[in-house]
Every structure is written in structure tokens, then in C-alpha cells.
């Protein structure tokens, strides 16, 4: 199992990033997708969700309407679109699997993050 994200980087307040995870080694399209991120000295927190068909996300108050999470089954890619960052939102960011959906003890996998700073 590999999850790789990529996509972070250093970017002013006000601008967007996308991030991507790359998933191998499972049976993608039967897991769900969170984006998780944790800033230094903070506990990392959930960002946001999407269902293994992508028909329903949600998300953290604190992105809602800045951030859109989605998916590429047939890549075996996720996504998240982040747009009008602040500082606040620097952190790495991590994203997470957690399937398959028909197991009744589902496993976790996680990637091991990318860095986003938001600084002018």
C-alpha cells in the first residue's frame, strides 16, 4: 500500500494550491478519502471527506467553501483543491484511506504529507 501526496509548497494569502495523493497497492475505489492536516504545535485535524463514489464530502468548518475535496477512481487519485489560503491553513497535509467499505474491521493508511505555508 503507498499514498503520495504532492502538490503543497510555499504561496501567498489569497492564493490556491492543489494537492493530489497517489494511491497503489488496494482496491482505491473501495475506500474513503479524508484530507487531514496538522499545523506545528496543533493536533491534526479532519479537512475534509469524500465517499469511494465521490457523491457525497464534507467538510471542516473552517475550509468549507475554500476547499473542494474529489477523487479519480480510475487513477486511483485524490484531490484537494484549496483556494483563497490564509495563514491560518499552514500545515502539512495528509492524506487517508480508510476501507474497504464491505470489511467489517477496515484498515487506515496513511501518506506521509506534503507542506503547505501560507505567508506572504
Known amino acids: 500500500v503507498q499514498l503520495v501526496e504532492s502538490g503543497g509548497g510555499l504561496v501567498q494569502p489569497g492564493g490556491s494550491l492543489r494537492l493530489s495523493c497517489a494511491a497503489s497497492?488496494?482496491?482505491?475505489?473501495?475506500?474513503?478519502i479524508t484530507w487531514h492536516r496538522q499545523a506545528p504545535g496543533k493536533e491534526r485535524e479532519l479537512v475534509a471527506h469524500i465517499t469511494t463514489s465521490g457523491s457525497s464530502t464534507d467538510y471542516a468548518d473552517s475550509v468549507k467553501g475554500r476547499f473542494t475535496i474529489s477523487r479519480d477512481n480510475a487513477k486511483t487519485r485524490a484531490y484537494l483543491e484549496m483556494n483563497t489560503l490564509n495563514p491560518e491553513d499552514t500545515a502539512v497535509y495528509y492524506c487517508?484511506?480508510?476501507?474497504?467499505?464491505?470489511?467489517?474491521?477496515?484498515?487506515?493508511?496513511w501518506g506521509q504529507g506534503t507542506q503547505v505555508t501560507v505567508s506572504s
Open positions: 487517508n484511506v480508510n476501507g474497504p467499505f464491505w470489511a467489517r474491521q477496515k484498515a487506515d493508511y
Open positions: 497497492g488496494f482496491a482505491f475505489s473501495a475506500y474513503d
